[in-house]
């Protein structure tokens, strides 16, 4: 049975994290968890200091995500073991195309280009969100295509699980849950809203963030009025969120024309699976991996709320296509997306 050392600053609980150490152990794989968060330089030494102390009791090392910065120094202290660095996306795509960190930092593309390029050489395998995901770090960041491997991002299913016991709200409801990032479109989302104010649609808004995405955000609900829209901007608990979600009808996914929108599948959409919730998102190369439109999800047009609103719209009139693609998401999950299942190409590699 083969060790695994789960090595970084990142947070054991972060779905994509929790998601794999669960497959993985259901496999019969030990994970033994190494991980420090202090600030600063500090929490380098401390990583050091606890995987010297962990020599010889770990086969292979896996980065949990976020640890692009922490992969080249997975490498220093290693003592030549394997190393799996759990991209998701590149760090370029992260800090810069999602939410333009380092604003104003006349230094910020060179670093977060540094830092891409020392993680990805630093890694024996780079686990990547999609199969789109994996061309843009061939083409992009020269990695060789044998070594980026896809694994989807799955769901937690101790924080997400289906409870036929929950009712839906009385008027047709549809959730936006997420961060508020560019790729996410909340502007169409918003824009959809308005034109279906008088059809008896609500829309709950469950989200957070920062960054012009989120300003923008800010300015819309500041210059227009909406009586169809609740928005929950505070952290809510795994159980309420759970209970909110399932009283709506339909969950929403992502609507501009970001470029990063084309390699992502965000955490919702495999959420709205296991949840039995029909799904509304736009037509990209990244989607259409995992889904089929009118069979387990409606796609829209990118950048186009007009479209969306009449997406939503069709699945408000035709119970039957609501029961139709709740029950085929949920198919679909069990099929290809438990933690068991998610985690196949990773066990291939180990």
């Avoid at 993985?24 to 200091?49: A, Q, T, W």
């Avoid at 996306?89 to 930092?105: K, L, P, T, V, W």
């Avoid at 980026?148 to 289906?162: L, P, S, W």
Wanted: glycine share 4%.
């Amino acid at each position: 049975m083969k060790k695994i050392l789960y090595f970084g600053i990142f947070d054991h609980d972060f779905s994509r994290n929790k998601v794999y150490a669960d497959g993985l152990k259901l496999h019969g794989f030990e994970v033994i968890y190494c991980i420090d968060k202090s600030r600063g330089p500090l929490k380098f030494f401390k990583l050091f200091k606890k995987t010297r102390a962990l020599k010889g009791e770990y086969d292979v090392i896996i980065v949990g995500y976020p640890g692009y910065i922490v992969t080249p120094f997975a490498r220093l202290f290693a003592w030549n073991k394997p190393i799996i660095f759990d991209a998701l996306c590149s760090f370029y795509e992260s800090q810069i195309i999602s939410r333009d960190a380092y604003r104003g930092n006349p230094f910020r593309i060179p670093y977060v280009k540094l830092v891409d390029w020392l993680a990805t050489r630093s890694a024996d395998y780079i686990l990547v969100e999609t199969e789109a995901q994996k061309e843009y770090f061939v083409q992009k960041l020269g990695v060789a295509r044998e070594k980026a491997v896809v694994t989807y991002t799955g769901v937690d299913e101790a924080k997400f699980h289906f409870d036929q016991s929950v009712q839906k709200n009385e008027k047709f409801t549809v959730l936006f849950r997420g961060r508020i990032t560019q790729e996410a479109g909340l502007k169409y989302v918003l824009e959809a809203a308005k034109i279906l104010e008088r059809d008896s649609v609500d829309f709950l808004v469950v989200g957070y963030g920062w960054g012009p995405a989120k300003r923008e955000f800010d300015e819309i609900l500041k210059n227009n009025s909406f009586s169809n829209i609740t928005f929950i901007s505070k952290h809510v608990a795994t159980d309420e969120l759970n209970r909110l979600m399932l009283q709506c009808h339909a969950s929403l996914g992502q609507f501009s024309d970001n470029e990063r929108v084309e390699r992502t599948i965000p955490h919702k959409a495999f959420e709205a699976m296991v949840l039995k919730l029909p799904y509304i998102t736009s037509r990209t190369v990244s989607v259409s991996e995992i889904a089929r439109d009118g069979e387990n999800c409606l796609l829209t047009n990118k950048a186009d709320a007009r479209d969306l609103a009449e997406k939503i719209l069709k699945l408000k009139n035709s119970s039957e296509l609501q029961k139709s693609l709740a029950e085929n998401n949920l198919k679909t999950y069990l099929e290809h997306f438990t933690p068991k299942e998610i985690v196949n190409p990773l066990i291939k590699i180990l």
